[in-house]
Structure formats: C-alpha cells, structure tokens
C-alpha cells in the first residue's frame, strides 16, 4: 500500500519568514496530493490539492511543487503570520475505480510561528 | 462545515463496551469515511462507503465495523472497547467524481477514551 513521508514533524518560524514542509510517497499510481490543515481542536481542512500532471501551484502566500519523478511533493508558506500556525497533513490520493478516493496522510507537521 | 455532524463530540466508556458513533451529513456525498487520529501517527482510515450498502476496509479496520444504511449517515462502531481504540475519530465525506479528485470534507471529531 501507499506510504507517505512527512518532514519535519515540527517547525519553528518567525512571523515574515517561509515555512517549507516535505512529503514523499511511495505509490507511482497515486495522483492527487492535497494538503491539510488542522487548527487546535478542529477539523482538517484543506488548503491546496495539486494534480500529478502539474508540477507547481500557487494560491496567495501558500504554493505546493510536485516532483513526480522523485516521488517528492512541498507545501510552501510565504510571509507567514500567526494565523499560520497549526498542524499540517500531507496527503497522497489514488483513484479509486467507481469514483471515489483513497487517502493516505503523513504524520504531520506542527507549525509555530513566532511573534 | 457544520454539514458534516458527529455524535457525540467527547465519549468515555470503560473496556468491553459496545459504542457507536454516529456521522451525519447535509453535502449530498455519496462518499463516506471514518479515520482515527492519534498524536504522531496523522489519520489512518478505518473503512469507507461508495454508496448505501457498500462497505471497504481501510488500512486499520480490525475492531471496528460500520453501517451504511442511508446515503446520509454512516455509523462506527467497536464492539468491544479496549484502551488502545483512545483516539480522536472523524468521518469525512467527498462527491461522487469519475476519474477526478474530490476533496474530502471532515466533521468536528469525537473524542473517545477507554478506560
């Protein structure tokens, strides 16, 4: 089955820098990697997905690349804030036949940003 | 989203109990989901429904089961609680999509300790 990586599983960051956690996985047939975040006592939800046929995504401060080749996707956090602060999944979706998806999660990476 | 509903929210039971855990949702989904969080190890998915009726074990589906007898609701449940299965619990629900990603949206959580 699909094993996926997740680096660092914490991370400390001024308020301003860039925050960058790594993710790897193991199955070629996966194709679909969405990231989630998951405040203190909340539910994940999810902030970016990127495709396998596209390598780089990009919404305001937050951006995902994907190497497909290398097995190796990034969640990139720019001028971070506060607000940033929080758990932070990876996942690794394959497609299932019938239409629905099947997720496999990192372990998380917990995200502080300093004032 | 509040569409996505969990009973209970906090649940504490003693070994040996039968629980059930209710999921409910408003989304129209066909695709239902249960995974358990525990710290360091992210979500791993317990089992997953494509439609009423239909059931698939996930990667930790040993001591659990569930119910899918609506389109609407789908049920956890652990026949015979053991302090290990102390866990935060959350359903999740994605559209039916052919061949294309659909995100999965997660309830609340329910918060479950085995005495």
Same mark, same amino acid.
């Given at each position: 089955?699909?094993?996926?990586?997740?680096?660092?599983?914490?991370?400390?960051?001024?308020?301003?820098?860039?925050?960058?956690?790594?993710?790897?996985?193991?199955?070629?047939?996966?194709?679909?990697?969405p990231w989630?975040?998951?405040? @203190?006592?909340?539910?994940?939800?999810?902030?970016?997905?990127?495709?396998?046929?596209?390598?780089?995504?990009?919404?305001?401060?937050?951006?995902?690349?994907?190497?497909?080749?290398?097995?190796?996707?990034?969640?990139?956090?720019?001028?971070?804030?506060?607000?940033?602060?929080?758990?932070?999944?990876?996942?690794?979706?394959?497609?299932?036949?019938?239409?629905?998806?099947?997720?496999?999660?990192?372990?998380?990476?917990? *995200?502080?940003?300093?004032? | 989203?509040?569409?996505?509903?969990q009973t209970?929210?906090?649940?504490?039971?003693?070994?040996?109990?039968?629980?059930m855990l209710?999921?409910?949702?408003?989304?129209?989904?066909?695709?239902?989901?249960?995974?358990?969080?525990?710290?360091?190890?992210? *979500?791993? @998915?317990?089992?997953?429904?494509?439609?009423?009726?239909?059931?698939?074990?996930?990667?930790?589906?040993?001591?659990?089961?569930?119910?899918?007898?609506?389109?609407?609701?789908?049920?956890?449940?652990?026949?015979?609680?053991?302090?290990?299965?102390?866990?935060?619990?959350?359903?999740?629900?994605?559209?039916?999509?052919?061949?294309?990603?659909?995100?999965?949206?997660?309830?609340?959580?329910?918060?479950?300790?085995?005495?």
């Amino acid at each position: 089955g699909e094993n996926v990586e997740q680096h660092p599983s914490t991370l400390s960051v001024q308020e301003g820098d860039s925050a960058v956690i790594k993710c790897t996985y193991s199955d070629s047939a996966s194709n679909y990697f969405p990231w989630y975040k998951q405040e @203190l006592g909340k539910r994940p939800q999810l902030i970016i997905d990127i495709r396998s046929n596209v390598g780089e995504k990009k919404d305001q401060r937050i951006a995902v690349t994907l190497n497909k080749t290398a097995k190796h996707f990034s969640l990139h956090i720019t001028e971070t804030q506060p607000e940033d602060s929080a758990v932070y999944f990876c996942a690794a979706c394959r497609v299932l036949t019938g239409g629905g998806n099947k997720l496999t999660f990192g372990t998380g990476t917990q *995200l502080k940003v300093e004032l | 989203d509040a569409d996505v509903t969990q009973t209970p929210r906090n649940r504490i039971t003693k070994t040996g109990k039968r629980i059930m855990l209710e999921c409910s949702q408003t989304k129209g989904h066909d695709r239902m989901y249960w995974y358990r969080q525990d710290p360091g190890l992210g *979500l791993r @998915l317990i089992y997953y429904s494509f439609d009423v009726k239909d059931i698939n074990k996930g990667e930790i589906s040993d001591g659990y089961s569930v119910s899918r007898q609506a389109q609407a609701k789908f049920s956890l449940s652990l026949e015979s609680a053991i302090p290990n299965q102390t866990a935060l619990y959350f359903c999740a629900t994605s559209a039916k999509g052919q061949g294309a990603f659909q995100p999965q949206h997660f309830g609340d959580g329910t918060r479950l300790s085995i005495l």
